[in-house]
């Protein structure tokens, strides 16, 4: 089960361009439950202690991100795995992932 996260607690860095999801097998695009190509950028994420990278999968193609540059996460969720080997992971989906609108000061 997916499980929310308040991303108004933490700071979003774009950490690497967004890549197009393959399958390792066959290089054929990743596709969500719904047939969508999956996209995948590295996220730098600020909040209490030390930065986390996250490698953030999202249906829709990331766009105008640049390195360093502050993002917006929207629906991100977090999620737990079990392969068919044993092994655990975590994967993290947002429904998109946007450059952050810039706030005007006001003078």
Do not use: W
């Not at 999801?21 to 719904?34: I, L, S």
């Not at 999956?38 to 193609?61: D, H």
């Amino acid at each position: 089960m997916p499980l929310p996260v308040d991303t108004t607690k933490i700071t979003t860095l774009c950490g690497a361009p967004p890549e197009a999801m393959v399958e390792r097998d066959t290089g054929a695009p990743r596709t969500n439950q719904q047939g969508q190509p999956l996209f995948r950028a590295e996220v730098i994420v600020m909040g209490c202690g030390r930065p986390l990278i996250l490698g953030v999968r999202t249906a829709k193609e990331p766009k105008g991100l640049s390195l360093g540059a502050p993002i917006h996460l929207t629906g991100l969720t977090v999620s737990t795995f079990t392969a068919k080997d044993g092994g655990t992971g975590v994967f993290y989906d947002a429904d998109s992932i946007d450059p952050a609108k810039a706030t005007r000061e006001a003078s």
